[in-house]
């Protein structure tokens, strides 16, 4: 019996990988999870407990005790914490910046990194930041994508205007700059591109263009 097949999607925020590598799924029939909302759970969960979410102690035992699951298809993705359907409350804007605070949190990370393994072994097409250099090292497949700031800034304004029409691009560039900041200097796992990804910048292509070729780059590598 072969082992399930594993792909691997990491890059900074505004990249594209939660929508690319939804499509990916469907097209190849696999699970898709999306890493990033297990983050952004901890994060609603840590507002909710009204804790202070610099409290590294705090936060990562809270980590380790509340439940997470993932559900639905990849174009209908849900998130539940301890039994309760938080999909739409996770992208909210308070959630989104408490999360990139949590998520540089060595024990919160280690805690997360446990459930995707987990989650995982069913094969999967999986994405966040650290999937190809520290949750599955030796992934089948492994694509860093990328963009220009500026582009992945303008990408991530057009999602939040959707819940907050007083969004600035200046505001989202400050943002994600913070952000690429964080994720590339924490000491318990940084982003970065693992040595055997397959690197794709998609500044300037098209979602349909960056989509046809990784199912190309799939197939060829034994993907069906």
Known sequence: MTRPLIIAIDGPS???????????????GLLYIDTGSMYRAVALAVI???????????????????EIDLG????????????????????DEDV?????????????????????REMGKRGAVMNGRDIGTV???????????????EERAERRLAEEREHNPEATFAQTLADI???DRRDTT????????????????????SISEVIQRMVTIAKERGAS
């Open 14 to 28: 505004g990249s594209g990988k939660s929508t690319l590598g939804r499509m990916l799924a469907r097209e190849l």
């Open 48 to 66: 909710e407990s009204t804790m202070n979410e610099h409290d590294d102690v705090a936060v990562g035992d809270l980590a380790e005790r509340i």
């Open 72 to 91: 639905g298809d990849p174009d209908s993705l849900r998130v539940f914490l301890d039994g309760h359907d938080v999909s739409a409350r996770v992208r």
């Open 96 to 116: 989104t910046q408490i999360s990139s605070i949590v998520s540089t949190i060595p024990a919160v990370r280690r805690a997360m990194v446990e459930r995707q």
């Open 135 to 149: 949750v599955f090292p030796n992934a089948d497949i492994k694509f860093y994508l990328d963009a220009a700031i």
């Open 177 to 179: 700059t913070e952000r």
């Open 186 to 205: 924490r000491l318990d796992s940084p982003l970065r591109a693992a040595d055997d990804a397959i690197v794709i910048d998609s500044t300037g292509q």
